[in-house]
């Protein structure tokens, strides 16, 4: 996959790297089961701080769809596909909903009352 | 994109003595070294007897014989089809890829040295004795043969490897660029996977454990060692960043091949036909040859092309990203200076 980072971006570096995992994971680009390159290498090449990439690794490790074992690299879980597509829409229906001015309490009510 | 296709009659001219000196290489050489192969045969043929031992069992003892004829025609045969093979590979009298060059090169010394080096140990370890039974333990024969047919393998494919036009198989699909703002920084990485490669390693692993256990612990031995290199080589993965091109092998942290920026002319998307690589898997050497191909499958890889003149091949799914981000980097550090 492409790992790209923009730092005239208006969105933060690791917003960035999250948002790219999440949609190559999302269409498929990287499969369940599949190992990232390690992130050392990876943020070297990128010229970000390790750290920096760690937490974007750890956000989607939250969202269940990266798994993070010391030592052994970072997979992709077997479920990720589905879940990325819906962790997706998800933060569509949050920014949405912002927009129309409910707030993050309203929200979550909303979403609530639906379960 | 090819630079290789210049005027058409120098061209010719060095296509000629090219297609001579691959028929020289792959055929007259091996022929040569197998001459030399049979002279102790020939000088001590009235000493031998007339059933030679061929086989050696685990403690040394002759258990297998052939006639002297039928061992002379065993061993011309198995040059026999080497030659032919050379000469079918060299056949064409157009420019030839380089892994063409040097596989005429490896497999007509290789087996005549092979041949020529069973003929003539069998020949100095059995004279003087009257039955085959009693040859003398003669493992040595076999690893100077195997020695013998390495290293002139190995010369000849450093020959024949400067025989063919480097990367001349296939032409560039595409050399795309993408766009990068100075701002912007990008790492590509994709990993292939052989799957038959997969299950050959795993069943050399299978079949060395089984045959350690079972009854010879040294060919065992010998086929999990084997297994070592092909599972790791069965995945390959690629990283394309700003620093040049990485591929690394399986799970095994050495060796890594690293091709900086500052080496590479160009970067562009090719359909690899292993054939015109050398074969499957790493094949040919930046360091000693005109090129090296990592070959997993017949379809689409990167092709880098060196400032040094060399051609270094990769196969993976989707070049296009790779190559272009390649392409770009590399238009950066022009722009650098």
Redesign the interface.
Not at chain 2, 149 to 167: D, E, F, K, N, Y
Not at chain 2, 253 to 275: C, G
Not at chain 2, 276 to 301: C, D, F, I, T
């Given at each position: 996959m492409l790992w790209k980072v923009d730092t005239a971006s208006k969105h933060s570096i690791h917003d960035q790297l999250a948002g790219q995992l999440r949609h190559a994971i999302a269409e498929g680009r990287l499969a369940p089961g599949e190992k990232l390159a390690p992130a050392r290498e990876l943020a070297d090449g990128l010229d970000v701080n390790v750290h920096t990439l760690l937490r974007a690794f750890k956000t989607l490790r939250d969202e269940g769809l990266l798994e993070v074992r010391r030592g052994r690299g970072t997979t992709v879980t077997g479920h990720a596909p589905r879940q990325a597509q819906f962790v997706d829409r998800a933060r569509e229906l949050v920014a949405e909903a912002r927009q129309a001015g409910l707030t993050d309490q309203e929200i979550r009510l909303t979403v609530e009352a639906q379960l | 994109m090819n630079d290789q296709t210049q005027d058409p009659t120098s061209s010719d001219v060095s296509t000629m003595s090219r297609w001579r000196a691959r028929f020289w290489l792959g055929v007259g050489l091996p022929t040569a070294i197998l001459a030399v192969g049979y002279i102790p045969f020939v000088l001590l043929r009235s000493e031998l007897p007339d059933r030679l031992a061929t086989h050696f069992d685990g403690a040394g003892r002759a258990d297998d014989s052939m006639a002297v004829g039928s061992f002379l025609g065993v061993t011309g045969a198995m040059v026999g089809v080497g030659l032919a093979l050379c000469v079918w590979l060299a056949r064409s009298r157009r420019p030839v890829p380089v892994g063409v060059g040097s596989t005429v090169g490896f497999l007509g010394p290789f087996v005549a040295a092979l041949a020529g080096g069973i003929v003539a140990t069998t020949a100095v370890s059995q004279r003087g004795i009257d039955n085959w039974t009693d040859a003398p333990n003669a493992w040595w024969s076999l690893i100077v043969a195997v020695v013998a047919a390495l290293l002139a393998g190995i010369a000849g494919a450093r020959c024949g490897s400067h025989l063919g036009v480097p990367g001349s198989g296939r032409d560039a699909v595409d050399t795309p660029v993408m766009d990068l703002?100075d701002?912007?920084?990008?790492?590509?990485?994709?990993?292939l996977r052989s799957t038959p490669l997969h299950l050959l390693g795993l069943s050399c692993a299978i079949v060395g454990v089984v045959l350690f256990a079972a009854a010879t612990p040294w060919l065992g031995v010998g086929v999990l060692v084997s297994a070592v290199p092909l599972s790791a080589l069965a995945t390959v993965?690629v990283?394309v960043?700003?620093?040049g091109l990485g591929v690394s092998y399986g799970w095994l942290p050495w060796p890594r091949t690293a091709v900086s920026v500052e080496r590479i002319e160009a970067a562009s998307i090719i359909d690899v036909r292993p054939m015109e690589w050398g074969g499957w898997g790493y094949r040919g050497s930046l360091k000693v040859m005109n090129q090296a191909a990592v070959v997993h499958r017949a379809g689409p890889g990167i092709r880098l092309d060196l400032t040094n003149g060399k051609v270094f091949v990769v196969t993976v799914d989707e070049p296009a990203?790779g190559v272009a981000?390649l392409n770009a980097q590399i238009q950066r550090r022009v722009i650098a200076g």
């Amino acid at each position: 996959m492409l790992w790209k980072v923009d730092t005239a971006s208006k969105h933060s570096i690791h917003d960035q790297l999250a948002g790219q995992l999440r949609h190559a994971i999302a269409e498929g680009r990287l499969a369940p089961g599949e190992k990232l390159a390690p992130a050392r290498e990876l943020a070297d090449g990128l010229d970000v701080n390790v750290h920096t990439l760690l937490r974007a690794f750890k956000t989607l490790r939250d969202e269940g769809l990266l798994e993070v074992r010391r030592g052994r690299g970072t997979t992709v879980t077997g479920h990720a596909p589905r879940q990325a597509q819906f962790v997706d829409r998800a933060r569509e229906l949050v920014a949405e909903a912002r927009q129309a001015g409910l707030t993050d309490q309203e929200i979550r009510l909303t979403v609530e009352a639906q379960l | 994109m090819n630079d290789q296709t210049q005027d058409p009659t120098s061209s010719d001219v060095s296509t000629m003595s090219r297609w001579r000196a691959r028929f020289w290489l792959g055929v007259g050489l091996p022929t040569a070294i197998l001459a030399v192969g049979y002279i102790p045969f020939v000088l001590l043929r009235s000493e031998l007897p007339d059933r030679l031992a061929t086989h050696f069992d685990g403690a040394g003892r002759a258990d297998d014989s052939m006639a002297v004829g039928s061992f002379l025609g065993v061993t011309g045969a198995m040059v026999g089809v080497g030659l032919a093979l050379c000469v079918w590979l060299a056949r064409s009298r157009r420019p030839v890829p380089v892994g063409v060059g040097s596989t005429v090169g490896f497999l007509g010394p290789f087996v005549a040295a092979l041949a020529g080096g069973i003929v003539a140990t069998t020949a100095v370890s059995q004279r003087g004795i009257d039955n085959w039974t009693d040859a003398p333990n003669a493992w040595w024969s076999l690893i100077v043969a195997v020695v013998a047919a390495l290293l002139a393998g190995i010369a000849g494919a450093r020959c024949g490897s400067h025989l063919g036009v480097p990367g001349s198989g296939r032409d560039a699909v595409d050399t795309p660029v993408m766009d990068l703002s100075d701002a912007e920084q990008a790492v590509w990485t994709t990993s292939l996977r052989s799957t038959p490669l997969h299950l050959l390693g795993l069943s050399c692993a299978i079949v060395g454990v089984v045959l350690f256990a079972a009854a010879t612990p040294w060919l065992g031995v010998g086929v999990l060692v084997s297994a070592v290199p092909l599972s790791a080589l069965a995945t390959v993965r690629v990283r394309v960043d700003r620093t040049g091109l990485g591929v690394s092998y399986g799970w095994l942290p050495w060796p890594r091949t690293a091709v900086s920026v500052e080496r590479i002319e160009a970067a562009s998307i090719i359909d690899v036909r292993p054939m015109e690589w050398g074969g499957w898997g790493y094949r040919g050497s930046l360091k000693v040859m005109n090129q090296a191909a990592v070959v997993h499958r017949a379809g689409p890889g990167i092709r880098l092309d060196l400032t040094n003149g060399k051609v270094f091949v990769v196969t993976v799914d989707e070049p296009a990203t790779g190559v272009a981000l390649l392409n770009a980097q590399i238009q950066r550090r022009v722009i650098a200076g």
